[in-house]
């Protein structure tokens, strides 16, 4: 089955305490993205990869790492987490930036920062 | 940067047609998508357009006026299962070739019976 998979599915954690959400898609994408979800915000996104080893800053990058060392893995690290961070992150892909639009979604994960 | 422009909620009856715009400001215009969002689900792709015009898919169909900077998601034959959150996105790409996306705040359709 075609998926875009994501771990943890919630997490809480505290102040300063580094942390990956890991993201796995199995359809061979090229381009792979990270957003995060707050009310009234719609979808920011934070990093995107067109490709193995080239990423980029989406609109929120601040406060966030990615890489991209796999095609199918592009992992959000959190260095320093803080509080203004708890949100719901989804991860995304699509076949080609070249390509139509159609972005598939991770199940998100829900981050708490204490 | 970009901005996008979409209403924040609307009410529709069922079985009823309702269209939800959406109005952006951007360099590097690529395409404008549509996406829907249930309450605690992840956004489900339903059309993208790059080009002026109408596309359709089903009950849904996607305008874009390239012109205006404008677009609209039509929802035709609404059914109770339609209510769900729906954002505009715009992708836009620099000169290195390099496509970032930025969504609408979503626009919160409420089918009533």
């Known amino acids: 089955e075609a998926q875009v998979t994501q771990n943890p599915r919630y997490l809480i954690t505290v102040t300063g305490k580094k942390l990956t959400v890991t993201c796995s898609q199995n359809?061979?994408?090229?381009?792979m993205s990270w957003y995060r979800q707050d009310p009234g915000l719609g979808l920011r996104q934070i990093y995107y990869?067109?490709?193995?080893?080239?990423?980029d800053k989406g609109d929120v990058p601040e406060g966030y790492k990615v890489s991209r060392k796999e095609k199918r893995n592009f992992p959000l690290i959190l260095e320093s987490p803080s509080p203004n961070q708890t949100s719901l992150y989804f991860c995304?892909?699509?076949?080609?930036?070249?390509?139509?639009?159609?972005?598939?979604f991770g199940p998100g994960t829900r981050l708490t920062v204490l | 940067g970009q901005s996008l422009e979409q209403p924040s909620e609307v009410t529709a009856v069922e079985g009823a047609i309702v269209q939800i715009n959406c109005t952006y400001q951007t360099s590097g215009f690529y395409g404008l998508s549509w996406y829907q969002q249930h309450d605690g689900g992840a956004p489900t792709f339903l059309s993208y357009?790059?080009?002026?015009g109408l596309e359709e898919t089903g009950r849904f169909s996607s305008f874009l006026s390239r012109s205006d900077s404008y677009g609209y998601l039509l929802l035709q034959e609404l059914q109770m299962k339609d209510s769900a959150s729906y954002f505009c996105?715009?992708?836009?790409?620099?000169?290195?070739?390099?496509?970032?996306?930025?969504f609408g705040i979503g626009t919160k359709l409420q089918v009533i019976p």
């Open positions: 996105a715009v992708r836009v790409q620099n000169s290195g070739g390099y496509q970032k996306v930025t």
């Open positions: 359809m061979n994408h090229e381009y």
């Open positions: 990869s067109m490709n193995v080893e080239v990423t």
């Open positions: 357009n790059a080009l002026d």
């Open positions: 995304a892909s699509s076949s080609s930036f070249r390509s139509t639009d159609t972005q598939y």
